[in-house]
């Protein structure tokens, strides 16, 4: 099946790369630019699609970012927060709509190209802090979808159930060079190991029991750290 792949170059959106490729997809995995401070994650898409030869479609989309004020990723003047997302703090992440922004314009390009199916990588973990991760956004979102054309798109979410640890046990089983993917929200040379999404990978590593390769900053915690402060999965 021809699919198009809202494609971050996150470790979540490669494992479902590679996940799809695994199952004999055609992919167009397609990166969109928002303006957002880790903008350096779409590098890492790019190469990550370069190596296995997948069609990477880039929409740039920069100039909406004043339009999604708000969110410490699209407001340079709001600090990324530290600590794991089921802190409050962490909602300052939540970009207004963004899921459905994307998967709008994975749509369009879907019916462009005549793919029958758009996938993201939205997984369990997400569910609490971001409402466009929740199945009843995407089940809403998937009839929008197959109503928006003579020709019908399906939404594929195949990881909505799975935990984080899970994705990363998919991913080592995949192969996925999950050093080469990018997570953390300050958009640094290196992971700051301390933002909320730095924190859910490095603990999605140690409960799936696979080697983390991600380079952290040197003043980063340790996981031990971590859990004395209730930072946790």
């Not at 997302?85 to 994975?106: C, D, G, H, Q």
């Not at 991600?214 to 209730?230: Q, V």
């Amino acid at each position: 099946m021809k699919t198009v792949i809202v494609y971050s170059g996150g470790l979540d959106s490669t494992v479902l790369l590679y996940h799809l490729r695994d199952a004999g997809h055609e992919l167009h995995a397609l990166s969109i630019d928002y303006g957002q401070r880790h903008r350096c994650e779409l590098d890492r898409a790019a190469a990550i699609c370069a190596e296995l030869g997948i069609p990477q479609p880039m929409a740039d989309l920069s100039a909406i970012q004043p339009l999604l004020a708000g969110s410490s990723l699209t407001s340079p003047e709001i600090e990324v927060a530290e600590g794991h997302y089921t802190e409050e703090s962490m909602k300052s992440t939540v970009v207004p709509n963004r899921n459905m922004i994307f998967l709008a314009i994975a749509t369009g390009h879907a019916l462009s190209i005549k793919a029958g199916q758009i996938a993201y990588a939205a997984h369990s973990g997400d569910h609490a802090i971001y409402p466009d991760c929740r199945n009843e956004f995407a089940d809403a979102m998937a009839t929008a979808i197959e109503l928006a054309d003579w020709e019908q798109v399906k939404l594929s979410r195949p990881f909505v159930d799975w935990t984080k640890a899970d994705i990363v046990r998919r991913g080592a089983e995949l192969g996925v060079p999950f050093e080469k993917t990018w997570s953390c929200y300050k958009g640094g040379e290196v992971h700051c190991g301390r933002c909320g999404t730095c924190i859910e990978r490095r603990e999605a590593f140690d409960l799936a029991k696979v080697e983390d390769p991600t380079l952290y900053a040197d003043d980063a915690p340790k996981l031990e750290t971590l859990r004395a402060h209730s930072w946790r999965l």
